[in-house]
């Protein structure tokens, strides 16, 4: 996977949208999701908002494209001023 954000050193973050037709357009929102440093993808993945994302429902994004999913944005801030302090 080729876009992930270092958010921590053993913290990995993916943007990832539901496939279209799993969901409504209108919930194809851009999740950030957590994934281990090492290891294998988990079997399901939970986007910092809480929504929980099959791997296989979902598409991993370059970049945040669409609509970002407010929820997980405003606690990926949340996180990186943590960070900061
Ligand atoms: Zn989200």
Redesign the pocket.
């Known amino acids: 996977m080729g876009n992930v954000i270092h958010a921590e050193p053993t913290d990995l973050l993916a943007v990832i949208r539901l496939r279209r037709g799993v969901v409504g357009e209108c919930r194809r929102?851009s999740?950030?999701v957590p994934l281990p440093a090492e290891g294998p993808i988990p079997m399901q993945l939970t986007?910092?908002?809480g929504?929980i994302i099959l791997p296989s429902d979902a598409e991993v994004l370059n970049r945040i494209g669409g609509m970002p999913?407010e929820?997980?944005l405003a606690r990926q801030a949340r996180r990186e001023y943590r960070a900061l302090r």
Request: hydrophobic share 50%; glycine share 0%.
């Open positions: 929102v999740h950030l986007a910092l908002c929504e999913c929820a997980c």
